[in-house]
């Protein structure tokens, strides 16, 4: 929304009042003087009129080490969410707007990220955007070695009718390897391995672009994500 219609709707005031308060340097926005009214504000810009603060909401991005079993969700019946453990390690923060940028299934563990900015999330999930994605596969059976090219070159997905974007496999060990995505696809990496007929038995993300989950993030715990961590998406 523009600045000067949300001055206008907030404070119930006419467009010519807010003219007036923009020309006379008596707003700002974040912080800094701000004339210009057709600049596009968001929920969670800082807006002064006379110094006074109004109404905005604050942005919240968490990091959280997903353990097995809890739902990538908000809510479930059966299952803990990964909102209910953000409810118990931060009890007085308002979750109604917290959802998740990017699920896991519920046996895949690791780095899994949790916003009330809606347009963060968007930005970071959106396919067109190819935000690597590593994770650690251990599988059921040896890995092939052609498994690295045949990734490289891009797996077609039949359902979705897409061939994968080039992936890169890093092999540490015969069931075990290192795995950047370029997608989100559902059951991406499982599909993947299931061409070989190898069941992926642990799977864990380690990191989504320039986000990365550190080994002493205890399972089930969450951090704050930096301010290059948010504006690096
Ligand atoms: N790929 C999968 O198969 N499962 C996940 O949880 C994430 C990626």
């Given at each position: 929304m523009r600045l000067d219609r949300y001055l206008s709707k907030t404070l119930r005031v006419s467009n010519k009042?807010?003219?007036?308060?923009?020309?006379s340097g008596q707003v700002a926005l974040d912080n800094s003087p701000c004339a210009q009214g057709e600049v596009?504000?968001?929920?969670?810009?800082?807006?002064?009129?006379?110094?006074?603060?109004?109404?905005?909401?604050?942005?919240?991005?968490?990091?959280?080490?997903?353990?097995?079993?809890?739902?990538?969700?908000?809510?479930?019946?059966?299952?803990?969410?990964?909102?209910?453990?953000?409810?118990?390690?931060?009890?007085?923060?308002?979750?109604?707007?917290?959802?998740?940028?990017?699920?896991?299934?519920?046996?895949?563990?690791?780095?899994?990220?949790?916003?009330?900015?809606?347009?963060?999330?968007?930005?970071?999930?959106?396919?067109?955007?190819?935000?690597?994605?590593?994770?650690?596969?251990?599988?059921?059976?040896?890995?092939?070695?052609?498994?690295?090219?045949?990734?490289?070159?891009?797996?077609?997905?039949?359902?979705?009718?897409?061939?994968?974007?080039?992936?890169?496999?890093?092999?540490?060990?015969?069931?075990?390897?290192?795995?950047?995505?370029?997608?989100?696809?559902?059951?991406?990496?499982?599909?993947?391995?299931?061409?070989?007929?190898?069941?992926?038995?642990?799977?864990?993300?380690?990191?989504?672009?320039?986000?990365?989950?550190?080994?002493?993030?205890?399972?089930?715990?969450?951090?704050?994500?930096?301010?290059?961590?948010?504006?690096?998406?």
């Amino acid at each position: 929304m523009r600045l000067d219609r949300y001055l206008s709707k907030t404070l119930r005031v006419s467009n010519k009042q807010v003219k007036l308060w923009l020309e006379s340097g008596q707003v700002a926005l974040d912080n800094s003087p701000c004339a210009q009214g057709e600049v596009v504000i968001n929920r969670f810009s800082r807006i002064r009129v006379d110094g006074r603060l109004l109404p905005h909401d604050t942005p919240l991005y968490l990091l959280m080490h997903k353990p097995a079993g809890v739902l990538s969700a908000t809510k479930d019946r059966q299952h803990t969410t990964a909102i209910d453990l953000v409810k118990a390690q931060y009890p007085q923060l308002d979750t109604s707007d917290v959802h998740l940028a990017g699920r896991l299934d519920r046996a895949t563990t690791g780095l899994l990220l949790l916003t009330n900015d809606g347009a963060w999330s968007k930005a970071l999930t959106r396919p067109e955007q190819k935000i690597p994605k590593t994770y650690l596969v251990t599988t059921e059976q040896p890995i092939p070695g052609e498994a690295r090219d045949r990734f490289a070159k891009g797996v077609w997905f039949e359902r979705e009718g897409v061939t994968t974007a080039p992936a890169q496999l890093q092999q540490l060990s015969s069931n075990q390897a290192r795995l950047t995505i370029y997608e989100g696809m559902h059951h991406q990496v499982k599909r993947m391995f299931a061409l070989y007929h190898n069941p992926v038995v642990a799977l864990h993300r380690e990191r989504m672009g320039n986000i990365a989950l550190e080994p002493q993030l205890a399972e089930g715990q969450c951090r704050p994500l930096s301010r290059q961590e948010i504006e690096g998406v």
